[in-house]
């Protein structure tokens, strides 16, 4: 078996990039070690996570906004199994879609984990120990993200858990710790939260979603303080202990001078991911790794070894689904002579909390690090009528734009459906469209985009005022 490009891992990097590939003459190959394709956001995170956080929303609002709206519910209750079960069912629908393009496309799939005998020769080793041997021309390594578990929170699968056991809880918790308030933390914390589950976060930083812009993060804690969440800000876990039915946490402030324990039923480990370069034969083929364990690449996302590259979580740059996707289509149209370009500016991040909260470009902290002179613009959702008429007026649109010239550098979001509403901020961006030309652009009334525009004029105003 011989092939112009093999991909190690079946994520959203791996797939896509398999795709475009075979969409442009090459004969392909795609390595899985685990039954079903789709990676991690497919199997256990993104996909998953998402439709529980979707269930947990529609119980949520039966619960507590129902009655406002004038609908009246007896007897309502949560039958997680039946939640896990749905959960299950979205997966598996959207992993058989995955199965079905690779036939379509006439991708090889070959299930075992592979790893480098030489540049040119992988050996896939199957789930019973035998093994085979392909050929290929050229190799990207896709093999994504594992969560990071230090010793010290004894991680044990059964009480002391992370995002992947998380997913498949089938009875709702009563307490639950959780150690990080980033992206994962804070959306699986949602989900347990508007079930019932009394949360506690605890975050070494001063401030949620450490790395979005300062604002985003005060929107969201005080929209989740309101779920009833309870955050530990500026303390760290020194250590986790954990008996058959309980864990009990250990916290300390950052200065040292409180410390105490949290008990639950469950502590969730969501400080961050590492790259998962685990046994791929790296050593054979001088593939080099950074200080944290990330792959080496060059803009071309090549490694030191000529024909190998890497793409997604094993590489430089934020852990998102959409941004290994992008890389493994260059990679795949680079290989075959073309000029693909990606802008990492203009890659959105999103969280999928209630209210969302999505960015893209840069965030006020790091435009006044860099000395960039700007200009402001904000609009609440309270004072959209949209938002007022669905209740969701938590939040803010901030549009921060170059002091001088307009343009718009950075947009960031808190408050309803932003996940689909940054898309237009990133169109925008992509053709360097000033503050103007946002608030110049017709938004249907009402919907939740025209907080965009109105954030717009106000930059717009705001350089106005200083003319």
Same mark, same amino acid.
């Given at each position: ?9 079946? &994520? ?32 256990? &995170? ?67 984990? &592979? ?80 079930? &019932? ?94 200080? %944290? ?171 106005? %005022?200083?003319?």
């Amino acid at each position: 078996m011989k092939y112009d490009l093999t991909i190690i891992g079946s &994520g959203p990097g791996g797939y896509v990039g398999a795709i475009r590939a075979a969409q442009l003459g090459m004969k392909v190959a795609l390595i899985e070690r685990y039954d079903t394709l789709g990676g991690t956001c497919l199997n256990v &995170g993104c996909i998953p996570s998402k439709a529980l956080l979707d269930s947990s929303e529609h119980y949520h609002n039966a619960a507590h906004r129902f009655p406002e709206h004038g609908i009246d519910l007896n007897g309502l209750t949560v039958n997680m199994a039946q939640m896990i079960q749905r959960k299950n069912e979205v997966v598996s629908q959207t992993t058989k879609g995955i199965d079905f393009l690779m036939k379509k496309n006439k991708i090889d799939v070959h299930h075992g984990h &592979g790893s480098f005998l030489s540049k040119n020769e992988i050996q896939i080793t199957a789930s019973d120990g035998t093994k085979k041997t392909i050929q290929t021309e050229k190799t990207i390594i896709a093999t994504g993200s594992k969560p990071v578990t230090p010793e010290a929170f004894n991680y044990d699968k059964k009480r002391v858990i992370t995002s992947t056991e998380a997913l498949n809880i089938d009875k709702v918790p009563k307490r639950m710790v959780i150690i990080g308030a980033g992206v994962i933390g804070l959306e699986l914390g949602s989900v347990f939260a508007r079930l &019932g589950t009394e949360v506690e976060v605890v975050e070494f930083m001063d401030r949620l979603i450490p790395g979005m812009d300062k604002d985003c993060g005060k929107e969201l804690r005080r929209a989740l303080k309101k779920l009833g969440i309870k955050f530990h800000l500026s303390h760290k876990v020194t250590d986790v202990k954990s008996t058959s039915r309980t864990v009990t946490v250990g916290v300390e402030s950052k200065d040292g001078s409180k410390k105490f324990d949290l008990k639950a039923d469950y502590c969730l480990i969501a400080i961050g991911r590492r790259p998962y370069t685990d046994n791929l034969g790296l050593e054979n083929v001088a593939v080099q790794l950074d200080e %944290r364990g990330r792959v080496l690449v060059d803009d071309h996302m090549q490694t030191n070894e000529e024909g190998i590259y890497a793409i997604g979580d094993v590489i430089r740059g934020a852990m998102l689904a959409h941004k290994a996707e992008e890389e493994g289509v260059v990679v795949a149209e680079y290989i075959a002579g073309e000029k693909p370009h990606i802008n990492y500016n203009l890659i959105p991040g999103v969280v999928y909390t209630w209210p969302e909260v999505a960015a893209v470009g840069q965030t006020e902290e790091q435009l006044k690090e860099a000395g960039v002179p700007y200009k402001s613009g904000k609009f609440p959702f309270r004072a959209l009528g949209r938002a007022r008429a669905s209740m969701d007026i938590d939040g803010m649109v901030k549009v921060l734009a170059h002091k001088e010239t307009d343009e718009i550098l950075g947009v960031h979001m808190v408050g309803p459906r932003t996940a689909d509403v940054i898309a237009e901020a990133v169109a925008l961006m992509e053709f360097r469209a000033s503050a103007e030309d946002a608030g110049r652009i017709s938004h249907a009334h009402p919907t939740y985009a025209e907080a965009l525009k109105e954030a717009a004029l106000a930059a717009t105003a705001d350089r106005a %005022r200083n003319m």
